[in-house]
């Protein structure tokens, strides 16, 4: 387990100053354990990276999404990056500023854009034209100018998972180059009611080296270069996200070091530093705590039939993920096991051959580095409640959402009675 805020007092798992098994015994499992410090540390990481130039930090709201954790960024001065309409209405609940939002995503609907119009974000990244024409004519309507950045995709490969690759050209994102220069040609006559005020580029997700990043940046600024020779300025360069953790024996390069690299040819230019980071800020700051339900011994392999789900945690059967699993607790001995949930698919496993401490029958575990794309991707699927989630900083811990009820998950279909 490497994990900043997490670790061993006399053979106990300790998150900052309180015990897991405590608060699993308080709260019960499947519980999402957070260390704020972790959090506000990671935020801190990245303005101190970019001390002295213009930026926004915009942390991306779809890692991690309780408004109890977006009011830590809230209250550090972080900007938001946001993909839908509840996302913008949560970063305003938890007192973030809607100026300092970015919004992206391919799809957004009339209502979504409406209500980012009105309470003025910082700019929309643009993905097509037929969703610029949508913004210009609500804009319009509402008699208000809205910022866009356009999402250029600048074809480089990030070296991460498929599925969370999203620079390259035949990925559903962005725009190229070419149609990015065609649209900004004669932009203000043809949308009154925008502003082009960027260009963003999002590559993926959970990479580790810094080269990918200048790739892209390099080519983007000699694109920003080429608008500009054509009569088009452009005041933010938006990188997306994507800066990776450790959930193994990965080395990430730290923002110190992706800043030093990127920041040269964009402070050249001139423009405001934009980023999007998500799974940076929060990946390493969770456990998913789990309980043993059984040990089964079948022929050929033993199970560790664990509390939590794929619908609690998802990534292993989405992403073939790597998860680290701890006992909460020591044990003397190890033995070779799946871990697995209750749910009814052979997808339904946090770790394969793995070699675990020898727990048993009411153990708890830690599964680590949960904290992106963790809770947010759960669902009730086989009408499981999801998980409650704690907020812990130095000896406090808050419930941050409670354990679904049965209630919860059927109230809207009880009302269509
Ligand atoms: C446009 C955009 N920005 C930022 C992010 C956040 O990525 P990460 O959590 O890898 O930093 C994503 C992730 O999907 C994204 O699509």
């Known amino acids: 387990m490497k994990q900043e805020y997490f670790e061993r007092k006399d053979k106990e798992l300790f998150c900052e100053g309180v015990s897991v098994k405590a608060a699993a015994e308080k709260f019960g499992t499947p519980l999402y354990l957070y260390s704020a410090s972790h959090i506000k540390e990671r935020y801190n990481n990245f303005e101190e990276a970019l001390k002295g130039y213009p930026h926004e930090i915009c942390y991306a709201v779809k890692a991690c999404s309780n408004i109890h954790i977006l009011e830590l960024f809230a209250k550090a001065g972080s900007g938001f990056d946001i993909v839908s309409g509840c996302e913008l209405r949560r970063v305003i609940d938890a007192g973030g500023d809607p100026r300092k939002c970015v ?29 610029l024409e949508r913004i210009n004519a609500i804009a319009g309507k509402l008699g208000k100018v809205a910022r866009v950045a356009l999402r250029a995709n600048p074809d480089v490969d990030a070296h991460t998972h498929d599925y969370i690759t999203t620079g390259k050209s035949e990925n559903k994102f962005g725009l190229t180059f070419s149609q990015t220069e065609e649209i900004l040609k004669n932009f203000p006559k043809k949308y009154p009611n925008l502003e082009a005020a960027g260009l963003q580029i999002h590559i993926g997700s959970q990479i580790t080296e810094t080269e990918p990043y200048r790739t892209a940046v390099l080519k983007a600024a000699e694109f920003v270069k080429k608008l500009r020779a054509q009569g088009t300025e452009l005041k933010y360069f938006d990188i997306g996200g994507g800066l990776g953790i450790v959930y193994k024996d990965e080395e990430p390069a730290t923002p110190a070091e992706l800043i030093k690299e990127i920041l040269p040819p964009i402070s050249e230019l001139g423009m405001t530093f934009v980023c999007e980071m998500g799974r940076y800020m929060v990946g390493n700051s969770s456990v998913l705590v789990t309980k043993v339900e059984y040990v089964k011994e079948n022929p050929d392999k033993t199970f560790v039939i664990v509390d939590a789900a794929m619908n609690d945690l998802i990534r292993p059967a989405l992403y073939e993920a790597y998860h680290d699993i701890v006992p909460v607790e020591e044990k003397d001995g190890t033995f070779v096991c799946d871990v697995v949930g ?76």
Not at 351 to 379: H, N, P, Q, W
């Open 342 to 417: 209750p749910v009814c698919e052979s997808g339904d496993f946090f770790r394969k051959d793995c070699r675990l401490a020898k727990v048993g029958e009411g153990d708890l575990l830690a599964i680590c580095s949960a904290g992106a794309y963790g809770f947010t991707m759960s669902s009730n699927y086989n009408s499981r409640n999801r998980a409650a989630e704690v907020l812990v900083e130095g000896d406090e811990m808050t419930l941050i959402r409670k354990r679904e009820t049965y209630e919860d998950q059927v109230r809207n279909e009880k009302t269509c009675r």
């Open 103 to 131: 919004y992206a995503g391919v799809g957004k609907s009339a209502e979504e854009i409406k209500l980012a119009v009105e309470n003025e974000i910082l700019y929309f990244g643009v993905e097509s034209v037929p969703e």
